[in-house]
T-cell receptor, first 113, second 119 residues
Framework: AQSVTQLDSHVSVSEGTPVLLRCNYS??????LFWYVQHPNKGLQLLLKYTSAATLVKGINGFEAEFKKSETSFHLTKPSAHMSDAAEYFCVVLSGGYNKLIFGAGTRLAVHP | GAGVSQSPRYKVAKRGQDVALRCDPISGHVSLFWYQQALGQGPEFLTY????????KSGLPSDRFFAERPEGSVSTLKIQRTQQEDSAVYLC?????????????????FGPGTRLTVT
């Protein structure tokens, strides 16, 4: 069965400093992985997706993630945090069969001035 | 174009009442998913439709939960005899039937959710 584990429930950074949100996955085959962002009172928005093409995936708003099979990781990074990045971030794996999404518990990112 | 819409956005129900939550997917999206997001948790899968057929309902927590999509478009999630543990945000998502124009068929578009509070 597929699953993801987000290693940090809360991350706090200063504006302009790098962001690292960590995610490990478990899958019996080559997974499809996603990062979604959820701003307060707004719907989930797809940041980026990995579907067995390039291992370094670029997404929206300057975010990117690297798929590392040897480490079973899919960490999300951004070189310079902006105040508007403050939100809840979910690492997600696609489950086989009917393509339902399996979400991690989420990481709340706080950005301080 | 219009995204996924859900109504109502907020619902307060007394324990034991029945509720119905509506989802309008993006036009042309064959696949429709319902997820439940408890406070402080990630969303969890409830059920999946392909057109009007409910192909997976393995995530429905009890037989009090029922979902339908009779014409392959709008879907309704119904909860009978609501309990306090049903309090959550219910999310609906839809996706394309196939990859097209750079958009993957695996990419799900989410609505804003319905926040259900059972008192």
């Amino acid at each position: 069965a597929q699953s993801v584990t987000q290693l940090d429930s809360h991350v706090s950074v200063s504006e302009g400093t790098p962001v690292l949100l960590r995610c490990n996955y478990s899958s019996s085959y080559s997974p499809s992985l996603f990062w979604y962002v959820q701003h307060p009172n707004k719907g989930l928005q797809l940041l980026l997706k990995y579907t067995s093409a390039a291992t370094l995936v670029k997404g929206i708003n300057g975010f990117e993630a690297e798929f590392k099979k040897s480490e079973t990781s899919f960490h999300l990074t951004k070189p310079s945090a902006h105040m508007s990045d403050a939100a809840e971030y979910f690492c997600v794996v696609l489950s086989g069969g009917y393509n339902k999404l399996i979400f991690g518990a989420g990481t709340r990112l706080a950005v301080h001035p | 174009g219009a995204g996924v819409s859900q109504s109502p956005r907020y619902k307060v129900a007394k324990r034991g009442q029945d509720v119905a939550l509506r989802c309008d997917p993006i036009s042309g999206h064959v696949s429709l998913f319902w997820y439940q997001q408890a406070l402080g948790q990630g969303p969890e899968f409830l059920t999946y439709f392909q057109n009007e057929a409910q192909l997976d309902k393995s995530g429905l927590p009890s037989d009090r939960f029922f979902a339908e999509r009779p014409e392959g478009s709008v879907s309704t999630l119904k909860i009978q005899r609501t309990q306090q543990e049903d309090s959550a945000v219910y999310l609906c998502a839809s996706s394309l039937p196939f990859s097209s124009g750079g958009k993957s068929r695996y990419e799900q578009y989410f609505g804003p959710g319905t926040r259900l509070t059972v008192t």
